[in-house]
T-cell receptor, first 114, second 114 residues
Framework: AQSVSQHNHHVILSEAASLELGCNYS??????LFWYVQYPGQHLQLLLK??????LVKGIKGFEAEFIKSKFSFNLRKPSVQWSDTAEYFC????????????FGGGTRLMVKP | NAGVMQNPRHLVRRRGQEARLRCSPM?????VYWYRQLPEEGLKFMVY????????ESGMPKERFSAEFPKEGPSILRIQQVVRGDSAAYFC????????????FGSGTRLTVV
């Protein structure tokens, strides 16, 4: 069974700092990759997704993620964070043999200090 | 408006009572997924259903928990004889048969067992 690891459980940054959140998965075949964000007290919302093509994917609110197949990674980045980016971020993987199933990482809580 | 409707938003139950959580998927979505989010923990998969079928229930506790998605009406997650440890946020997500857009999540039901 596939697994998804998010190594940073808590990240604290000051506004304008750059952000990179790690995501690694265990499946060796074709994958579809997602990042979701959960603002305090709200539901999960899709930030960006990768299916094929350009491994650098741009999402909403200035976020991007890079798929590096050789490293089984799909790290999330943002050049300059804002206080409003304070949220929990979840990486998710849909493996090619898993039908519609998404496997989620444990999440990373980001706090941005004003 | 998340498109996936969950109700109630908040549910308080005494130990030993039953909790019923409802989820109406987005229009056109035939697949429903239930996740549990415990305080300070990530998102844990519980069950994946299509209309009248349980596809994967590998994340469901063996006792007291059940789920259904009838031909008509919402999906129901039922927890019998609730205990304090059942207190959590329960999120429902839905998707169309193909996965390209990932899941759409509802706003969740926050269950508190007193």
């Amino acid at each position: 069974a596939q697994s998804v690891s998010q190594h940073n459980h808590h990240v604290i940054l000051s506004e304008a700092a750059s952000l990179e959140l790690g995501c690694n998965y265990s499946y060796g075949g074709t994958v579809n990759l997602f990042w979701y964000v959960q603002y305090p007290g709200q539901h999960l919302q899709l930030l960006l997704k990768y299916f094929s093509g350009d491994p650098l994917v741009k999402g909403i609110k200035g976020f991007e993620a890079e798929f590096i197949k050789s490293k089984f990674s799909f790290n999330l980045r943002k050049p300059s964070v804002q206080w409003s980016d304070t949220a929990e971020y979840f990486c998710a993987v849909n493996a090619g043999n898993a039908g519609n199933m998404l496997t989620f990482g444990g999440g990373t809580r980001l706090m941005v200090k004003p | 408006n998340a498109g996936v409707m969950q109700n109630p938003r908040h549910l308080v139950r005494r130990r030993g009572q039953e909790a019923r959580l409802r989820c109406s998927p987005m229009k056109g979505h035939s697949h429903v997924y239930w996740y549990r989010q415990l305080p300070e923990e990530g998102l844990k998969f519980m069950v994946y259903l299509q209309k009248e079928n349980i596809i994967d229930e590998s994340g469901m506790p063996k006792e007291r928990f059940s789920a259904e998605f009838p031909k008509e009406g919402p999906s129901i997650l039922r927890i019998q004889q609730v205990v304090r440890g059942d207190s959590a946020a329960y999120f429902c997500a839905s998707s169309p048969p193909a996965i390209p857009d990932g899941y759409t999540f509802g706003s969740g039901t926050r269950l508190t067992v007193v």
